[in-house]
């Protein structure tokens, strides 16, 4: 593994529990290796004819460059690149779980997980009341440092991240946005970036909006008929986690249906599922490299394969994430 630029100290941490779990099990010492450099160490992995398998976890730019060179070797690679998760919230949603799921999916960790919620997309006869109570949960929420209790939203990443999210906030103003809520930076002591969530809504799925800000700022668009928000829902270059809140099953399953991504869930928000990897490669081992480069752990647009829902492939669906109100 040659672990990010910005996050090293995470990389070994996971090195050391994974290292603790194989000894549990009598497994090699040598299963795994932290490689700590900058984006040469990274080219060398994709350059590396030994390295059947590359998994690269960052840009969509940088997806365009590994994916190129390692097939020009005939390696493969599992690209997770770009995501932009939405939540579609009908008119027969339970407003008091939606805003739990919410906010939840859009604040926690400020708003940096590969399936954050990004995008709100609601009922134009339930918007004003449903803005109205994540408002009022927003402000409440506790920013800083997240080893204490209570704290729901740590640092960002880096000041680069503060100023991206204050150019997308910037760019949602100039389409007419409305800041409900949040973007400000909070002062706490000690290093690090600190930011209030962002609630922004917005009069249609602008071009800021479909482009993914690795920040805590959630834009909300209403919608007035199902299948407006569907194609809303659609209406975005990258695909991973998604999500529908209702209490009717017809909505639901035909969510389930035209959902475009590869984690769909019902009456829960878009993050905590993780995608798992499972490798095409079945007959044999195989050396694995993972990168995970400084910008950004985004998913890969259109998914041809899948992600995986829980332990089953989303191409069969068989496997749902539900919660019932």
């Known amino acids: ?10 990389a070994l941490a996971c090195d050391a529990l994974l290292r603790r779990a194989a000894s549990d099990v009598d497994a090699p010492d040598d299963l795994h290796h932290v490689l700590i450099g900058d984006a040469t160490t990274g080219e060398a992995l994709v350059d590396d004819p030994r390295v059947a398998l590359v998994s690269a976890t960052g840009s969509v730019p940088m997806g365009r460059i590994v994916a190129p060179r390692v097939a020009a070797r005939f390696g493969r690679c599992l690209l997770e690149l770009g995501g932009n998760n939405a939540a579609i919230v009908t008119p027969s949603a339970d407003l008091e779980l939606t805003v739990r799921g919410v906010v939840f999916a859009a604040a ?13 997309i609601v009922h134009r006869s339930v918007a004003d009341d449903l803005v109205a109570r994540l408002a009022t949960v927003y402000a409440g929420l ?3 440092n997240p080893f204490d209790d209570g704290v729901l939203v740590g640092p960002l990443i880096s000041p680069r991240a503060h100023d991206a999210m204050r150019s997308a906030l910037d760019r949602a103003e100039l389409d007419g946005g409305i800041l409900v809520s949040g973007g400000q930076q909070v002062e706490v002591p000690g290093d690090g970036v600190y930011v209030s969530p962002a609630l922004v809504r917005m009069p249609t799925q602008t071009e800021v909006v479909r482009e993914e800000t690795f920040a805590p700022i959630l834009y909300v668009l209403p919608y007035d008929d199902f299948d407006e928000a569907l ?7 990258q695909g991973l986690s998604s999500s529908i809140f209702t209490t009717d099953q017809r909505e639901a399953e035909r969510f389930l249906a035209r959902s475009d991504c590869g984690i769909t869930n019902v009456n829960i928000g878009t993050s905590g599922a993780r995608s798992a990897v499972r490798s095409a490669v079945r007959r044999k081992p ?26 089953t492939s989303a191409r069969s669906r068989s ?3 539900v919660r019932t109100p």
């Open 1 to 10: 593994m040659e672990a990010s630029e910005t996050t090293p100290l995470t």
């Open 142 to 144: 506790r920013v800083g």
């Open 231 to 237: 194609a809303l829902h659609n209406g975005v270059p």
């Open 319 to 321: 496997r749902i994430r």
């Open 108 to 120: 926690g960790t400020a708003g940096q997980r590969c399936t954050t919620l990004r995008r709100l």
């Open 286 to 311: 195989v050396a694995v490299a993972s990168l995970v480069p400084t910008r950004g752990r985004l998913h890969a647009p259109r998914h041809e394969h899948g992600q995986l829902l829980g332990r």
